[in-house]
């Protein structure tokens, strides 16, 4: 069998399955995304390893796999930003820079004292804080565009506070790498933030002054799905931009880029044709990629309690970080958790780091292991938590409208108000 031939029986077989598991999920009240994730596990290397078995033998068809798989978390980013209002997001730019910040620090600075009271090793331990200080906020994304509630107050701080979240840990990672190797400069790391500072300000320059009139200039002209196209170009230049001039992640560029889209008219005719590309084809194969790019049976039963400690401080530094920046932000006490539950997953981010960290010598293979599984328990516990809480939320909101008749303002903000469904 040839490789084509291997990679659209792979693809058919992993897209049915995705949707699958996704309908199961719902059917037992839980998100999508968390059968996706699910089944990732169960066909990957951790149980039946089905992209090695004889059928796909003979091709690595993984790096191709990883590759679409990429695309679909951009995708993903570019949908959520495509449903914001940038001036709603900016309302909440108080929450963002609080629940950032916190959520950052939080559980880089309890990461880093657990990891030295253990190993008392100063540079591993300071270097595990550090990715459990990283977010991957495209999971509590998706999870919220399900539960109906991304265009909230929640959904707004929640992605605002991941683009500091994604600035700051970027440029924490700066500084401790220049400080082990023995050459720290000041002028490095103002340029690290110099760097991000300018492609934030120059895609937003330019997505805010240019891209609505390009993309009505597009839109008049006979090309089929031109504002598409356009939007995909967009997307992946932004993308690129951000990791190879803002030194950031590709995720923040494809949100910016979205943000930007999500101005134009023609965003409702950009709607249709994006999120069907996406949820059809990519974004099913990013999550349940998550599953198949890691092996369970790597972990290592003697770092147990490592790993619990680990596990416990990654879930609570981010609750009680980020949760206490929104709740200093403004926030009620239920956003608050909300929002620090969305912070919770480490996802790819948390990974780059790590393995950052091993190739710098910086960190061991062993400890790495530990990564892996707090990664592995934080991206899968995140929906489930998000719904539960969310429901909470809601729960709350109906008992307060019907004893006073009508929902308090700030049950008022956080009611869903998109129709719309992604999966």
Do not use: C
């Not at 929450?95 to 939080?106: P, Y």
């Not at 500084?175 to 050459?183: D, N, Q, R, T």
């Not at 939007?231 to 590709?250: D, I």
């Not at 974004?283 to 369970?296: A, D, M, Q």
Request: proline fraction near 3%.
């Amino acid at each position: 069998m040839t490789p084509f031939l291997q990679l659209i029986l792979l693809l058919a077989v992993l897209l049915f399955l995705s949707k699958l598991a996704g309908y199961i999920s719902t059917r037992l009240h839980q998100p999508a995304v968390l059968g996706e994730l699910m089944v990732g596990l169960l066909i990957g290397p951790s149980l039946l390893d089905l992209p090695h078995q004889p059928i796909f033998a003979g091709h690595d068809l993984s790096v191709v796999l990883h590759d679409l798989a990429e695309i679909g978390v951009l995708l993903l980013m570019f949908v959520a930003g495509l449903e914001l209002n940038v001036r709603d997001l900016a309302r909440s730019s108080k929450v963002s820079v609080l629940a950032g910040t916190l959520g950052v620090f939080f559980p880089v600075l309890l990461g880093s004292l657990a990891s030295w009271l253990i190993s008392r090793d100063l540079q591993e331990a300071v270097f595990i804080g550090l990715t459990l200080g990283a977010t991957s906020v495209s999971i509590s994304a998706q999870t919220l565009i399900e539960l109906r509630a991304l265009r909230t107050r929640v959904g707004f701080g929640l992605l605002g506070s991941a683009v500091f979240d994604d600035v700051l840990v970027i440029l924490l990672m700066s500084v401790v790498v220049a400080i082990f190797s023995g050459g720290a400069r000041l002028i490095d790391i103002l340029w690290d933030l110099a760097k991000m500072a300018l492609f934030l300000s120059g895609s937003v320059a330019l997505g805010w002054l240019l891209l609505p009139k390009l993309v009505h200039k597009v839109s008049r002209l006979p090309i089929s799905q031109g504002v598409l196209t356009l939007s995909l170009v967009v997307l992946f230049t932004y993308g690129a931009a951000a990791e190879l001039l803002g030194g950031m992640a590709a995720i923040t560029g494809a949100f910016i880029a979205g943000l930007m889209f999500g101005r134009s008219p023609e965003r409702e005719q950009l709607e249709d044709g994006i999120s069907a590309l996406s949820y059809g084809l990519f974004v099913p194969l990013f999550f349940i990629n998550i599953g198949l790019s890691v092996n369970v049976r790597d972990l290592r039963l003697d770092d147990f309690w490592f790993t619990l400690v680990i596990l416990i401080v990654a879930v609570l530094g981010k609750l009680l970080g980020s949760g206490l920046g929104a709740w200093w932000g403004g926030f009620t006490l239920r956003e608050s958790l909300l929002l620090g539950a969305g912070m919770v997953s480490r996802g790819e981010v948390g990974l780059i780091i790590a393995t950052i960290g091993v190739m710098e010598g910086f960190m061991s293979e062993k400890h790495f292991s530990v990564i892996v599984a707090m990664v592995i328990f934080t991206t899968l516990i995140t929906p489930p938590l998000l719904r539960y809480l969310h429901q909470k939320q809601l729960q709350e909101a109906k008992a307060l409208a019907e004893k006073t008749g009508s929902l308090a303002p700030e049950m008022l903000e956080s009611t869903p108000v998109v129709d719309k469904e992604s999966i």
